[in-house]
């Protein structure tokens, strides 16, 4: 995979939550946790100037001249003022030049919106909008240890809308433990009612550490089999399609021409920096992240204006093997003609199961079916990798 | 003093057979006979105080780096009797302690006149060394009973006397009572062996001729051969001739075991010492053989010779396919010291190239695996253990078959399987157990008795076959670890056996195929089909695992489809993540084995092999 040199796409890591979720091992805190007594507005004045001073630090090192996607992503984003979110835009705007459909992303959590803020976001550049949504069903959004309310997402969708963001997603997550198949069916039905544009849906992962994963443990919840999560994927991918919108990543559906540009760089190998504590980045099949936490991120901007942790030069083997574990999860699958005998030998069992589409691998490319999706990792490990 | 010094005491190949007296000891594991045999070293003085330690002669072979490595065959010990103040040559022939090495035994046992008896006074007699007692009582052995241990708190000389009495059809006060550890009475006993133990009668003008006792292999010397001269005698440079091979050697070296080595002239009627002819193989020395003067050789070879023949078979597997070379060098250096070890290749679909290995019995297995993985730093594999099942096919052709697979396909007239003779003792409280188990195990009952009032010898003749699955774990766990076993094999039965195969996806599996009874095959066909059904990870495709016999279904199992193998997200941070782990899965991959179309890890096979209950062995090897 070859980057476009010319390009960086960027993403900005907002690592503050008012509370943790249950279920997230994301790099994010509490100013609980991190002992923060000052405002808010102050934390995202300092923190914002923070990460000015990387994308400074972007700009120097970058060759490229446009910037065609900027995702603000947490954390929660909209803890910080539209203001001080502007300033990332203008800093970026200042270095490169935004592309003419170039694509800014916010997450944001739908307690924290309301119309004044849109605007505000609106007229600092966003023009699309990404809401946790995650359910519709209350006793789920327990589980997930998830504060907002399932109306608000509703009320938030109909404002971002009503506000001009006509680019409009929302994230689910099925297989939550004491989820039932007409649970899911309740919350895809509650998403495909709003005025959307794109749907991300996750399986729930219970990471490590988390608190979801202590309660799992202790056996105080249990984790849905595989086979019932697996009958949630192809509830869901129907109902999408059948609503007009398609996959265009094994967990990601949009409407035609709204397919998040930033996740696509992510998985066709582009460059893009990444700024703030933990953010990850990619330049031409080097890799590298930064510290984790914030105070050490300040420490490192302020004292050497460096806050990487640690990086990673691929190997030509290694970028191959990228490619094939993110391009196998896109409808554009992978191009026969870039594998070997071997290779495609391997994949014939997948082929006769009905997990690789038949039709596609006679127009030369390994391209998965429904069920070969839910396989995806298998498929790359066994046929590809 | 008794004891007599080493130079002043009579020389090897000039001692009179009137002044040699040769015995063994018959003892129980941790019964002491190790501590016995240091006092005795101690007290004829051969190894001088300053030097002594414990289990001495135990410890030789570790601590030697060069030189011959000397297990404690045969020790020779000066000793000046008490009764009548003579000078005596004790020779001390040590015997194997199990089961597996029966023939082993009786040949100890006759390089000897007598032996010593010794049991615990704390635990009694165990049934191997009933076992071992039996042997030596038909090889006309003079028996001295001597109760060890009288120094514990627990001992009961008492009731223990009575059992060795009734045993040997002696009186209980004729048992001697010693403490190997305080050395109480080990001179009484040196002097007892001396007056109740006959000299050895031979020839000392006919062709020479030595029963070969023990065989060693040492890196440094070639084969060490331990010996008993019968008749004539063995010298320096003679050309000697093995009688059951007709293959001659040059004797390099004669000497005695003193309990260091020391070259002696030769060797004369009754003496019992080591040679050395340069022979890189034990199974040119062979225990049980005579050796004779190749120029002047003996027309008739001691009687008791026996080729070994392995009772039990198992498939020895490489964990790592690449190890094979390994494995197979390893066998043969083992071979050199293990005339009883037989192997030869085998190849299995489902574990890749091995050796089908032939064993004594369950310990000689255990004994070999744990040798090749500790020596050669292998991980192994093994295969269910089989017995030697003589089948007749449907041409009235008869088949020997060590390995499942072997099994004839189509028609079979009959299946003849091992029985021994089975001898167990216990305490009285676990008859109705211990008959429960082998009535399951289709064993018969021969009899009882009672050795003392709360002990009893229980005889069963059983199927070897259902005696290697885990008998023995189950009958120590059945008796609280009291019971004690022993068994001879008494010749083939007919049985009602038919082979099991386990089927993946209609392909056989033949690592699994076992030969059991036609009662138990469908019990067996369940374990192994749910075992697998649990063992095996989920493909993408359905799995079914089938038990047969023939092309008859007699238990199924499904693995179901893998439906889901994704992990949903995938953020620019995770890229690198979700690349490692692709990395170590790929390595996982490696440890998987395929049957047919469908991935099986190495794990599956081991845990599928093992047998229900798990010994606390293979507990800690697990760790």
């Known amino acids: 995979m070859s980057a476009r040199a010319d390009r960086l796409a960027f993403y900005i890591h907002i690592p503050y939550c008012v509370k943790r979720c249950g279920y997230c091992d994301f790099n994010t805190y509490t100013p609980a946790e991190l002992q923060i007594q000052s405002s808010l507005e102050t934390i995202s004045h300092d923190y914002i100037d923070l990460v000015l001073k990387e994308i400074e630090r972007a700009a120097a090192q970058s060759v490229a001249t446009f910037v065609p996607s900027i995702f603000f992503g947490g954390g929660t984003p909209t803890l910080m003022a539209p203001a001080d979110l502007a300033r990332v835009i203008e800093s970026i705007q200042s270095h490169f030049t935004l592309t003419d459909d170039c694509e800014i992303t916010i997450e944001a959590n739908p307690d924290t919106v309301n119309p004044e803020m849109l605007l505000q976001l609106l007229q600092a550049g966003f023009n699309r909008i990404s809401l946790g949504m995650q359910s519709a069903v209350p006793h789920v959004l327990e589980v997930l240890d998830r504060t907002h309310n399932p109306a608000n997402v509703e009320k938030a969708v109909l404002a971002a809308r009503a506000a001009g963001f006509n680019e409009v997603s929302v994230d689910l997550i099925y297989g939550t433990p004491g989820e039932s198949m007409q649970d899911w069916e309740r919350s895809i039905d509650a998403a495909l009612a709003l005025p959307i544009t794109h749907i991300s849906a996750y399986a729930l992962i219970v990471e490590e550490g988390t608190k979801l994963a202590s309660r799992v443990k202790r056996s105080e919840i249990i984790i849905p089999d595989d086979d019932e999560t697996a009958d949630k994927y192809i509830l869901a991918d129907n109902r999408f399609r059948d609503a007009g919108m398609d996959w265009y990543e094994l967990s990601n559906w949009s409407k035609p021409g709204s397919e998040c540009k930033h996740n696509l760089y992510y998985w066709c190998g582009e460059n893009w920096w990444g700024a703030g504590p933990g953010a990850h980045s990619h330049m031409d099949g080097r890799r590298w992240w930064n510290v984790k936490h914030p105070g050490a991120y300040k420490e490192k901007i302020l004292s050497i204006g460096d806050p990487t942790q640690d990086s990673e030069n691929l190997s030509d083997v290694e970028r191959e093997e990228e490619r094939l574990l993110l391009n196998i999860r896109l409808p554009g699958g992978i191009a026969k003609s870039s594998l070997t005998a071997q290779q495609l030998e391997k994949l014939s069992p997948f082929l006769e199961g009905g997990h690789v589409s038949k039709e596609n691998w006679g127009g030369g490319k390994v391209t998965l079916t429904q069920t070969g999706r839910l396989l995806a990792d298998r498929i790359v490990r066994d046929a590809l990798a | ?623």
């Open chain 2, 1 to 623: 003093m008794p004891a007599i010094e080493l130079s002043k005491a009579p020389q090897p190949a000039f001692t009179d057979p009137a002044q040699i007296r040769n015995f063994c000891i018959i003892a129980h594991i941790d019964h002491g006979k190790s501590t016995l045999a240091d006092r005795m070293l101690q007290i004829t003085e051969v190894v001088e105080s300053r030097n002594m330690r414990a289990q001495y002669l135990d410890r030789m072979d570790i601590e030697r780096e060069r030189g011959i490595t000397i297990k404690s065959q045969a020790v020779r010990l000066p000793w000046r009797s008490a009764y009548d103040k003579q000078e005596y040559i004790l020779n001390m022939i040590d015997t194997p302690g199990h089961v597996d090495f029966t023939y082993e035994v009786s040949r100890s046992l006759a390089a000897c006149e007598g032996a010593v008896l010794l049991v615990d006074c704390a635990q009694g007699i165990e049934a191997q060394t009933l076992a071992n007692l039996y042997l030596a009582m038909e090889n006309n052995l003079t028996i001295i009973p001597v109760l060890n241990k009288i120094d514990l708190p627990a001992a009961q000389p008492e009731k223990f006397a009575e059992e060795l009495a009734k045993l040997i059809g002696c009186q209980p006060e004729d048992c001697l009572r010693v403490s190997g550890k305080t050395g109480d009475g080990v001179e009484v006993l040196l002097n007892e062996i001396v007056k109740q133990i006959p000299a050895p009668v031979g020839d000392p003008n006919a062709p020479a001729r030595a029963l070969i006792f023990d065989s060693v292999y040492d890196s440094y010397r070639g084969v060490v051969t331990y010996v008993r001269v019968v008749d004539g005698h063995l010298s320096t440079r003679d050309q000697i001739q093995m009688m059951s091979t007709g293959v001659r050697h040059e004797m390099l070296e004669v000497g005695v075991i003193s309990p260091e080595p020391v070259p002696s002239k030769g060797l004369g009627v009754g003496e019992v010492g080591y040679l050395i002819t340069g022979v890189k193989d034990v199974r040119q020395s062979r225990v049980g053989d005579t050796v004779t003067n190749y120029h002047r050789p003996a027309t008739k070879q001691l009687a008791g010779y026996k080729d070994p023949r392995p009772m039990v078979y198992s498939g020895l597997f490489p964990l790592e396919g690449s190890d094979y070379p390994i494995l197979r060098e390893a066998l043969d250096k083992l071979q050199l010291n293990d005339a009883a070890l037989v192997y030869e290749p085998e190849s299995s679909a489902a574990l890749g190239f091995g050796f089908r290995c032939g064993f004594l019995g369950l310990l000689h297995m255990e004994i070999v695996r744990e040798r090749l993985e500790r020596e050669a730093g292998l991980s192994l594999i093994s295969t269910a253990p089989s017995v030697v099942y003589l089948v007749t096919d449907g041409d009235g052709k008869e088949l020997v078959v060590t390995n499942p697979s072997e099994f004839p396909e189509g028609k079979i007239m009959e299946v003849k399987e091992p029985i021994v003779r089975a001898t167990i003792l216990a305490p009285s409280e676990f008859i109705g157990t211990i008959m429960e188990l082998c009535q399951q195990r289709r064993g018969t009952l021969l009899g009882m008795d009672y050795l003392s009032e709360d002990r009893v010898e229980i005889r069963y003749t059983l199927p070897l076959a259902e005696i290697v699955f885990d008998f023995f774990d189950q009958l120590k766990s059945r008796t609280r670890g009291y019971a004690s076993l022993d068994y001879e094999p008494i010749g083939e039965e007919a049985g009602d056996l038919v082979k099991v195969d386990i089927l993946l996806q209609s392909e056989k599996v033949d690592a699994f195929s076992a030969i059991v009874h036609r009662e138990k095959a469908y019990a067996y066909g369940m374990s192994m089909t749910v075992k697998l059904r649990e063992l095996i990870p989920r493909q993408q495709f359905e799995v079914p695992i089938q038990a047969a016999i023939g092309g008859k279904i007699i238990a199924r199992e499904t693995i179901r489809a893998i439906r889901k193998d994704v992990l949903a997200k995938c953020y620019g941070g995770d890229i690198s993540r979700k690349r490692k782990l692709l990395e170590k899965q790929k390595e996982g991959k490696k440890r998987m084995k395929m049957v047919g179309r469908v991935e099986v890890p190495q794990e599956a096979f081991i845990a599928a092999l093992s047998t229900g209950e798990e010994s606390s062995d293979d507990k800690d090897k697990k760790k």
